[in-house]
C-alpha cells in the first residue's frame, strides 16, 4: 500500500461523464503517480484468503512482467487506459467555466457540455485501487522502479468513486468482473492482419501478398481449417502463421513469446523473411504438386486435385502442414541440412486415405480430417521415427509409439521406415 503520509496534493484535468448509475472521472496519470497511489482490486474484498489469492494470481502472473519488458524496450508503447475505484479520503471536483467561445471558432456548445470539464483534486489521502488493468499497473510499478524516466509519461484513467460498505463492496466486485468478463481478447486473425511487432506476423502477410505460391491462394476464412471443397487455396492464414510459428521457434516459450512483442529491426526482418523463403523453395522443389499450383494461376484452381473428398496429398492440409514443418524443425535442431531433410520428407507416403494416415488422420467412411490432438501426435512422431529419427529425442519408446497406434486404430501395426536421416 501506498504511504499516504508522503504523498502530496494531485490535481489532474478531467472530463465528468456517467453511464448507467455511475459517474466517472476520464483523466490521465503520470506513470509515476499510477506507481505510487495505485494498488489492487484485492481491497474490495473483505475475506483475507479472496485478498491473497488475488494477489499471488497478479505477483505470479507473467502478464506484468512482459508489460514492463514492453515499457522499458518498445519506443512506440501505448496502451487502453485503466479504471480506477476511489474511496477515502475527499477527492474533490472543480468546475471549468467553458461557456464563453468568443474567442475560438466554435458555434454554441450543447448544454450537456457544461460541468462537464473541470479539475480532479486528491488530497493524497484517497485509497486508489486498479478495476480494470491491475496486470498493468503492476507492469508499471516495475517499470518505474527499472526505469525513473517513464515516470513522466502519461496513462489515461478513468476514475468511479466506491463506498467502503457491503453495498459498495457488492457494486464494485459486480463492475470489476463485468469488465473482465466482457473483454474481448484479440484473435489470431486480427494479430496476423494488423501486429506490426509480431514477426510472425509480418512475414505471414509478406508471404500472402508476395510469395508466387501463395498470392491470391490462401484463404482469410476464420479459423484454421480449409474446406475439402476449396480448389484455390493452397492453405489458411491462420496454419501458414502457425507453421511459421512451429518453424522459427528456437527460444526457449516465454522469450518466443517476449521477443514476437517488440519489432525486430529491418534487417532482422529480411532475415526471417529469407529464411521463409528458403523453406518453401525447398518444399516447391521437391513436391511436384506445390510446383504445379506455384506456377499456375489462381483461378486454374489446380489445388482441387490434392484436396477433394478422397482425401488427397497430405501437405494440402493444414494438419499435414504443420506437421511437415514440425519434422523439418526438429532436424534442423539436429543439425541437419534443409535440403536434404525436405528431400527426405518428400519420400514419405502423402496419400491420405493410404497408409499410414487413414484411420489416424483421414476418416475414409465419413471423408473428413481426423484432428484431434492425440492423432497428431501419433501422425508426427511416425513421420519422424518413419525418417529415421531417433524416438528418444521425444522421449517414447517404439513400444509405446506402437501401442498408441494400434489403440488409435483398434489393430496391432508395424511401426514404418522409408529412410534413414543418419
Known amino acids: ?20 448509475d455511475w459517474v466517472y472521472y476520464v483523466t490521465f496519470l503520470k506513470l509515476r503517480d499510477v506507481a505510487e497511489r495505485v494498488s489492487f482490486v484485492r481491497d474490495i474484498h473483505t475475506s483475507r484468503v479472496l485478498e491473497d489469492l488475488i494477489q499471488r494470481e497478479i505477483d505470479e502472473s507473467k502478464h506484468s ?14 496502451f487502453n487506459g485503466l479504471v480506477i475505484g476511489v474511496y477515502g479520503g475527499t477527492p474533490s471536483w472543480t468546475e471549468l467555466n467553458v461557456d464563453d467561445t468568443s474567442n475560438v471558432s466554435l458555434d454554441a456548445l450543447p448544454t450537456y457540455i457544461r460541468g462537464a470539464l473541470g479539475i480532479l483534486t486528491f488530497s493524497g489521502t484517497e485509497q486508489l485501487f486498479a478495476i480494470d488493468g491491475q496486470h498493468r499497473v503492476a507492469g508499471i510499478k516495475k517499470a518505474v522502479e527499472a526505469r525513473k524516466q517513464l515516470g513522466s509519461e502519461e496513462i489515461c484513467a478513468l476514475f468511479i468513486s466506491h463506498r467502503n460498505d457491503r453495498q459498495g463492496l457488492q457494486r464494485t466486485r459486480r463492475l470489476f468482473t463485468t469488465l473482465n468478463r ?51 487455396n493452397v492453405t489458411s492464414i491462420v496454419s501458414l502463421y502457425d507453421s511459421l510459428d512451429i518453424f522459427f521457434r528456437t527460444r526457449p516459450p516465454r522469450l518466443w513469446r517476449e521477443f514476437r512483442k517488440m519489432r525486430p529491426g529491418d534487417s532482422k526482418i529480411r532475415e526471417y523473411y529469407q529464411r521463409a523463403e528458403r523453406l518453401w523453395a525447398a518444399l516447391i522443389a521437391c513436391f511436384p504438386e506445390l510446383a504445379e499450383v506455384a506456377n499456375s494461376r489462381p483461378d486454374e484452381e489446380l489445388v482441387g486435385k490434392y484436396r477433394n473428398r478422397s482425401g488427397g496429398h497430405l501437405i494440402f492440409r493444414p494438419v499435414g502442414l504443420e506437421m511437415i514443418v514440425w519434422t523439418v524443425r526438429i532436424f534442423l535442431d539436429q543439425g541437419k541440412p534443409l535440403g536434404k531433410i525436405v528431400k527426405a520428407i518428400s519420400r514419405v507416403p502423402m496419400d491420405l486415405a493410404q497408409a499410414p494416415w487413414a484411420g489416424l488422420l483421414w476418416d475414409p467412411v465419413n471423408h473428413r480430417m481426423t484432428v484431434a490432438g492425440e492423432n497428431q501426435q501419433v501422425a508426427r512422431r511416425l513421420m519422424f521415427y518413419g525418417l529415421g529419427g531417433d524416438l528418444k529425442v521425444l522421449k517414447i519408446t517404439r513400444k509405446q509409439l506402437r501401442e498408441e497406434w494400434g489403440g488409435i486404430l483398434n489393430r496391432r501395426v508395424r511401426l514404418p521406415r522409408w529412410v534413414s536421416m543418419s
Open 1 to 20: 500500500m501506498p504511504d499516504k503520509s508522503k504523498l502530496e496534493i494531485l490535481k489532474v484535468p478531467g472530463l465528468r461523464a456517467h453511464m448507467g
Open 65 to 78: 512482467w512482459s508489460i514492463k519488458q514492453y515499457l522499458l524496450h518498445q519506443r512506440q508503447r501505448f
Open 182 to 232: 466482457y473483454a474481448k481478447p484479440v484473435s489470431k486473425m486480427e494479430i496476423i492482419a494488423l501486429d506490426e511487432d509480431d514477426v510472425l506476423a509480418i512475414i505471414t502477410r509478406r508471404l500472402v501478398e508476395g510469395h508466387p505460391l501463395f498470392r491470391e491462394r490462401v484463404s482469410r476464412q476464420k479459423g484454421k481449417a480449409i474446406s475439402k471443397s476449396d480448389r484455390r
